[in-house]
């Protein structure tokens, strides 16, 4: 693998959007996305709802003119540090070049950039059963919250 650079999305470039879908596909298609790929429709609408988010901020990690990985995150607001703060809210790297830090790299990068913006804060979510993600993310300094939080849903 030769350099790896970052580079955000930029939703008037084809290339990138092409990108970003198909990443996310690969994402939900990975057994710890465990979801149907999006339709190109579903695909269209992803691409306009993201750039049209006014939080939404998507980072590309990039080696010899390939997309390898994404982040999808999206700007939040601490009422209790009274600051912005990043949220993760997908992560991927392409299979294929798994192994090789580029998921370490990114998160390094959105961390970076996060405390140069000063937020407070850098969250995501994971799956319990995401050994592989969890191992990564305690190497980096993210754990359970204290006291422990759990992230709910109600399907609407």
């Not at 959007?17 to 596909?25: F, I, Q, R, S, V």
Request: hydrophobic residues 40%; charged residues 25%.
């Amino acid at each position: 693998m030769t350099e790896l650079y970052f580079e955000p999305c930029d939703f008037e470039n084809p290339d990138h959007l092409t990108a970003l879908a198909e990443l996310t596909n690969h994402y939900m298609a990975d057994p710890m996305g465990d979801a149907p790929a999006l339709t190109k429709l579903q695909q269209l609408r992803l691409v306009d709802g993201l750039a049209n988010h006014p939080t939404a901020e998507v980072m590309f990690a990039i080696t010899n003119c390939k997309v390898v990985g994404l982040a999808t995150c999206f700007v939040n607001f601490s009422t209790f540090n009274v600051k912005p703060y990043l949220y993760i809210h997908d992560i991927v790297v392409l299979n294929e070049f798994r192994g090789k830090g580029i998921g370490k790299a990114l998160l390094e990068k959105l961390i970076e950039i996060s405390q140069e913006r000063k937020y407070c804060k850098v969250t995501l979510e994971v799956r319990e059963d995401n050994t592989v993600a969890q191992s990564l993310y305690k190497n980096l300094g993210f754990d359970e919250c204290d006291p422990k939080m759990f992230f709910w849903t109600k399907k609407l």
